[in-house]
T-cell receptor
């Protein structure tokens, strides 16, 4: 099956620092990846769509200068939370489409971010 | 606004029973439908997808789709305590690959 990894799985940082989260497709090439955020007991909230070689498309209300997304290769997308604050503490999950024309998303294991 | 609705539960069933999870959607143009399972503190895991009206079976899981009624369901036969999780219904928004998620139904299988 399609495997998506994320690194790190957990990160704790101080307020004001930046944190980079990596999302990798291990056994396929992903032209499109998605970044979600999930707060406790809530459903997933789509933050942005990441397309290889082009700028990410952000959902309404998501600050693109705060959540920097780079999709530099067909197997790697990164999300950088800049100047993190405690309210950015959340579970960040990426997903990937396995190929063009398919709509099945495979999710990474998630990254739990805690900002002190 | 396109919507996907699920009963949040919890739905409690005894071990060995059939669990029935339901989902309705508002976009008549939707073509594909996905069920994911999410354990507490973990990311969603794909259970199955369905594109055509009728039933699709995979092991203990059966997805049922009725496009006329805009209704998709997931049946879990011989429910096990390990099936206790939140089940998410996801429908790609027409013309995009972005999912619209239901709020999820929390299933509890009682031993």
């Amino acid at each position: 099956g399609a495997v998506v990894s994320q690194h790190p799985s957990r990160v704790i940082c101080k307020s004001g620092t930046s944190v980079k989260i990596e999302c990798r497709s291990l056994d396929f090439q992903a032209t499109t990846m998605f970044w979600y955020r999930q707060f406790p007991k809530q459903s997933l909230m789509l933050m942005a769509t990441s397309n290889e070689g082009s700028k990410a498309t952000y959902e309404q209300g998501v600050e693109k200068d705060k959540f920097l997304i780079n999709h530099a290769s067909l197997t790697l997308s990164t999300l950088t939370v800049t100047s993190a604050h405690p309210e950015d503490s959340s579970f960040y999950i990426c997903s990937a489409l396995t190929a063009k024309g398919t709509d099945t998303q495979y999710f990474g294991p998630g990254t739990r971010l805690t900002v002190l | 606004q396109k919507e996907v609705e699920q009963n949040s539960g919890p739905l409690s069933v005894p071990e060995g029973a059939i669990a029935s999870l339901n989902c309705t959607y508002s976009d008549r143009g939707s073509q594909s439908f996905f069920w994911y399972r999410q354990y507490s503190g973990k990311s969603p895991e794909l259970i199955m997808f369905i594109y055509s009206n009728g039933d699709k079976e995979d092991g203990r899981f059966t997805a049922q789709l009725n496009k006329a009624s805009q209704y998709v369901s997931l049946l879990i036969r011989d429910s096990q305590p390990s099936d206790s999780a939140t089940y998410l219904c996801a429908v790609p928004s027409s013309g995009t690959y972005k999912y619209i998620f239901g709020t999820g139904t929390r299933l509890k299988v009682l031993a």
